[in-house]
């Protein structure tokens, strides 16, 4: 076990700066319970369990595990050290102002790591959140190793590219996940390595290289690179509901992914960090007709 203090340089709210590598309550790989946050990560020393938890002056950070000093040694990216908001002007909107006043501690994360966050999100690709963290959420119990250390109980640290291409074919289909996505993730694991390379590059490059596997695209990537690299403009094109929710929140009125960039231009540079504002204070949009159906393919 190893534990230490870290001061950041800024406010850091833990909830609002790890709550995007979450993939819903019941994942595996990282939970939130009264004595902190849990994260189940695999390192280049090994797995480790790494908790952290706000006190005086700052967080405390242990963990377990043989990747135990990495899981440390990462803590500074993770809780947004590198996230350089220079250039970042909120006063452009009154709204984006005052949720910069309000939240402080939102920091972009760096999780240093590719993997973890590319697989969910191609498993989200075109189904509802429900679906996408109910397919991780059993993939990861069946295929993940347990989370070293006093870790709560069914956490798991995510496959390794080697494990996910173990995955048999009807595991895939009983966890709800579709010929089209599983194809993507094996495409994706079996240069799985090089794209892990890619969290030591520019969010640029990384994402250009993402797309160069089929069935990546610009969503995927975005998605994956905001995580993995703490990308501070990288939006998601393609979501559901962003483009609605930014409509929304900056001008009352739903928009499309067009609309959505137009609105959000004055911050490039930082175009997801307003997103991630908005997100923050949980504004929602205007729905009207039925709700996306969540088909359940897991028996047939």
């Not at 695999?42 to 967080?59: F, K, M």
Request: aromatic residues 6%; glycine residues 12%.
């Amino acid at each position: 076990m190893l534990s230490v203090r870290y001061a950041p340089s800024e406010p850091v709210s833990l909830g609002l700066v790890l709550a995007p590598l979450r993939q819903g309550p019941g994942d595996p790989t990282c939970r939130h319970d009264a004595s902190g946050w849990w994260l189940a990560l695999s390192t280049p020393e090994g797995s480790a369990t790494l908790r952290l938890r706000e006190v005086a002056g700052g967080v405390e950070a242990t963990a377990w595990g043989a990747g135990a000093e990495h899981a440390i040694a990462g803590v500074p990216d993770l809780l947004g050290a590198r996230d350089d908001s220079q250039g970042f002007d909120p006063a452009r909107h009154p709204l984006v102002a005052e949720l910069h006043r309000r939240f402080p501690g939102l920091r972009l994360t760096r999780a240093g790591r590719v993997m973890p966050f590319l697989v969910p999100t191609v498993l989200g690709q075109k189904v509802t959140g429900f679906e996408q963290k109910r397919a991780w959420r059993q993939l990861v119990t069946r295929h993940g190793e347990p989370a070293p250390g006093p870790a709560p109980a069914g956490m798991r640290v995510a496959p390794s590219s080697a494990a996910w291409k173990r995955v048999p074919s009807w595991q895939w289909h009983t966890a709800g996940v579709g010929p089209q996505r599983s194809d993507t993730v094996m495409r994706a694991v079996a240069v799985g390595e090089s794209l892990e390379r890619t969290a030591t590059m520019d969010a640029a490059e990384a994402s250009r290289r993402l797309r160069t596997i089929p069935g990546i695209g610009v969503w995927t990537a975005a998605e994956t690179v905001q995580r993995s690299h703490g990308d501070p403009d990288a939006v998601s094109v393609g979501d559901f509901h962003i483009s609605k929710v930014v409509g929304w929140a900056l001008t009352g009125a739903r928009v499309d992914d067009d609309g959505m960039l137009e609105l959000l231009e004055p911050w490039r540079g930082h175009r997801q960090r307003v997103v991630r504002l908005i997100e923050a204070a949980g504004i929602g949009y205007e729905r009207h007709g039925p709700r996306m159906t969540i088909v359940d393919n897991r028996r047939r």
